[in-house]
Structures are given as C-alpha cells and as structure tokens.
T-cell receptor, first 112, second 113 residues
Framework: GEDVEQSLFLSVREGDSSVINCTYTDSSSTYLYWYKQEPGAGLQLLTY?????DMKQDQRLTVLLNKKDKHLSLRIADTQTGDSAIYFCAESTYSSASKIIFGSGTRLSIRP | DTGVSQDPRHKITKRGQNVTFRCDPISEHNRLYWYRQTLGQGPEFLTY????????KSRLLSDRFSAERPKGSFSTLEIQRTEQGDSAMYLCASSTDRAVEQYFGPGTRLTVT
C-alpha cells in the first residue's frame, strides 16, 4: 500500500543544518517531493526528485534518496527563523502522477 | 499570473447545511486537483480533473461530495448535508498536463458546528 511516514517535530538552533527524514512504502514511487507549509498559507513546493536520482541540491536545500531503504531526507543548510514551518514529504507514481500521497508533516522550530 | 485562488477562505456552517467552494487554477493549467487536510495531517487526495473531465475520485469522496469543472477552467466542490467530520481545510491545486509539480492554493477552511 501507499504510506509516507515522517517524525512530527524537529528543533534546531539558528545557523545549524536541519535534516528532516521520511520513509515511504510504495516501491513504484517515481517522484518524491518536499513541500513547505507556513501558518495560514498554502503548500509551497520546495523541491522534488526522480526515483532514479540519489541526490539533488538547490541552494540551501539538499535532497538525498536511498531507494533501497525507501528513505528520503531534506537537509536545510544554515537554518534561519524564516524556515520555521511544517515540511511534508510526499510521493507519486508514474502511473498515477495525478495523486500525490503526503506524510503527516514535520514541524520545524528554530531556537535562537 | 496570480497563482491558484480559492473562495471563500473561511466558511462556518451548521450541520446539515450545504456548502460550495470555488477554485480558480493558474490560467494555462488544464489539470485541477482537490485535497482535504485535517488538523495535524497531510493533505489527502479527493479528486482531479483533466480539463472538464473528472478522471479520478478517492474513496474519501462520499456521495455527499460533488465536484465540477464545467468549462475546464474554475472548479466547484459542493458538500451536501455537512457533518462535523467534514471540518477541514480544502485545498485546490493545478498543473499542466502530466507535470510533476502541482501548485496549491491557500485553501478554504470549513468549520461545521
């Protein structure tokens, strides 16, 4: 079946790196996403990775994919207070790219 | 381009009433999606349209829910005989054909009292 799991909370010090982890169960997952949701705002697509890639880097964001273990991570370098939000891991398959399956979200809080 | 817009942003209704939400996608996007998000959870897929055709519906979409996209542009989601369990954020997203990225609107928060 389809399931995406992630830890509920993460607290990091400002300036440190944040690493948010996610596991998924669907071996046919083709696209894996990270979305950000700030209070009162919609979901913002941060980045996505194809399942045939191991890593993708975009400015302060680094996505790592371990397809064998079905593990996805998002690293945010030099975490800032503006990074405080809920981060959702999500996946879709090639055959049903219309339907994105989301995890429950990880709430990232930043300590001064 | 102003992005995906949804109206209203908030709706409070009494149990048993009908409600209708509207979504306007990004203008050149021919795919439109509806999701529901309850407190502390990620969004759950409800249905999607390719132009005016509704191509997939989740089992979450009970008979009280109906979605339309009559001209392939904006879409409406109607909930009949609302129940307290319908209280949630209803999110709309749009994309181009077979695009990986879906762009989300700000959502309509429904509270059923």
């Amino acid at each position: 079946g389809e399931d995406v799991e992630q830890s509920l909370f993460l607290s990091v010090r400002e300036g440190d790196s944040s690493v948010i982890n996610c596991t998924y169960t669907d071996s046919s997952s083709t696209y894996l996403y990270w979305y950000k949701q700030e209070p009162g705002a919609g979901l913002q697509l941060l980045t996505y990775i194809f399942s045939n890639m191991d890593m993708k880097q975009d400015q302060r964001l680094t996505v790592l994919l371990n397809k064998k273990d079905k593990h996805l991570s998002l690293r945010i370098a030099d975490t800032q207070t503006g990074d405080s939000a809920i981060y959702f891991c999500a996946e879709s398959t090639y055959s049903s790219a219309s339907k994105i399956i989301f995890g429950s979200g990880t709430r990232l809080s930043i300590r001064p | 381009d102003t992005g995906v817009s949804q109206d209203p942003r908030h709706k409070i209704t009494k149990r048993g009433q009908n409600v209708t939400f509207r979504c306007d996608p990004i203008s050149e996007h021919n795919r439109l999606y509806w999701y529901r998000q309850t407190l502390g959870q990620g969004p759950e897929f409800l249905t999607y349209f390719q132009n005016e055709a509704q191509l997939e519906k989740s089992r979450l979409l009970s008979d009280r829910f109906s979605a339309e996209r009559p001209k392939g542009s904006f879409s409406t989601l109607e909930i009949q005989r609302t129940e307290q369990g319908d209280s949630a954020m209803y999110l709309c997203a749009s994309s181009t054909d077979r695009a990986v990225e879906q762009y989300f609107g700000p959502g309509t928060r429904l509270t059923v009292t």
